[in-house]
């Protein structure tokens, strides 16, 4: 295995042989906070420099909005705070139609650059697992741009970084899947972090909408979903409000969904993706849910010798355990999306923004002419 598939797989690795009640007594109980805050873009900015500067400063905002979270969540509930989600593309805003190889330039982070360690820096200070949304670069292909979640460990370092898969308008490993397995493996295109705190894993903001993703996730042992996401908010269930329950109760799974308190810097209506960050149970049950502005009041309690015990309990209940996946094997081998869309011949293409779209409309052409739809 090389280098990057080991770095790309370093909080992947299996949990040590114990005995069932040993595992299920091992994470006391914590809490948790999806940390609503406001996302603020670069479009602003005139240049790389000044973009970067901008980034920075709002990570040290954002850390003491944690830092406050944590010693009131810490005072008022009782249990430590130990895990930190915030909102999709919380430090850059979406890139809009600025082209792929200049936002690259412009807001994308490297791997291990100052952007990472001044996350892992507030990690580390207080003592947490902070999850969060960026969009990185990868030095295999160069002018891309990936969607990463990441998750960091109380010791500063990154435990798991997962590549957003279904996207509308940008880059994923899919469109070079090919040389993207070949490099990083298919663990690292599905990881899992075994952590003191349980199992973690991540979904980018619109993925909660696809079950195969969440469930590709649980079937290598997720047990927390962290969730970063950037949505319009409403009283009325939305489909990704649905969703965060569903994914939940299918996989006997909490999910922590963090949103943003809207997005300044752009000519959008700055509450127009704002409110209703949650957590929510393995049953599917909303424990907290927030209203719209910066807030922590989706926080809660995370029991996750109790969910190893729901796992481990036969009952109808049980839908992880109640899967008959070669069902669907044959349904599931037909393409709906082709792969590899911007690798050819081993080179990695880089698209204007359109491409996604005539994508999506070779796509529909296809489905219907098959009658499929």
């Known amino acids: 295995m090389d280098l990057d598939r080991r770095l790309f797989l370093a909080g ?4 040590p042989a114990v005995s069932e009640a040993a595992e299920i007594k091992a994470v006391p109980l914590y809490s948790a906070v999806a940390m609503q805050l406001m996302a603020r873009s670069v479009e602003p900015w005139p240049d790389r420099a000044a973009a970067r500067a901008a980034m920075l400063a709002q990570i040290k905002t954002v850390g003491a909005q944690i830092l406050q979270a944590k010693i009131f969540i810490e005072q008022f509930a009782g249990s430590p705070m130990r895990l930190a989600v915030l909102p999709e593309y919380l430090f850059t ?5 600025i082209s792929i190889p200049d936002f690259a330039d412009k807001a994308a982070i490297a791997e291990g650059g100052p952007e990472y360690e001044a996350l892992g820096r507030l990690a580390q200070g207080m003592k947490i697992w902070l999850a969060g949304n960026a969009y990185e670069t990868d030095r295999h292909f160069p002018g891309l741009y990936f969607q990463t979640s990441f998750i960091i460990g109380p010791d500063g370092n990154v435990v798991l970084r997962y590549r957003r898969l279904n996207s509308m308008y940008a880059v994923t490993p899919h469109d070079v899947w090919d040389k ?16 003191e705190i349980g199992r973690l894993s991540a979904l980018a903001s619109e993925e909660i909408l696809y079950p ?7 079937l290598r042992g997720a047990e927390v979903f962290v969730h970063c996401s950037s949505e319009i908010g409403s009283p009325n269930p939305t489909h990704k409000h649905i969703a965060r329950r569903a994914r939940a109760f299918e996989n006997l799974a909490y999910v922590i969904s963090a949103n943003t308190a809207g997005i ?20 599917g049950n909303v424990m907290a849910e927030s209203n719209s502005g910066e807030t922590f009041t989706a926080s809660g309690d995370i029991d996750i010798a109790g969910l190893r015990r ?11 355990s109640r899967q008959r996946l070669e069902l669907f094997a044959a349904s599931y081998a037909g393409q709906v999306q082709p792969a590899n869309s911007l690798l050819s011949d081993g080179v990695v293409k880089t698209p204007d923004r359109d491409h996604f779209r005539r994508m999506q409309d070779e796509v529909i052409a296809r489905l219907e002419k098959s009658g499929i739809i």
């Open 93 to 97: 805003s979406y890139p809009g139609r």
């Open 12 to 15: 992947a690795l299996a949990l």
């Open 212 to 218: 195969e993703i969440a469930r590709a996730h649980a």
């Open 264 to 283: 300044w810097g752009t000519d959008m209506p700055l509450a127009s993706a704002d409110g209703n960050s949650a957590l929510i149970d393995w049953k």
């Open 180 to 195: 993207y397995l070949d490099i990083y493996g298919i663990e690292g295109v599905f990881p899992v972090a075994n952590t």
């Open 310 to 320: 729901a796992r481990r309990k036969p009952g109808m209940t049980n839908y992880l």
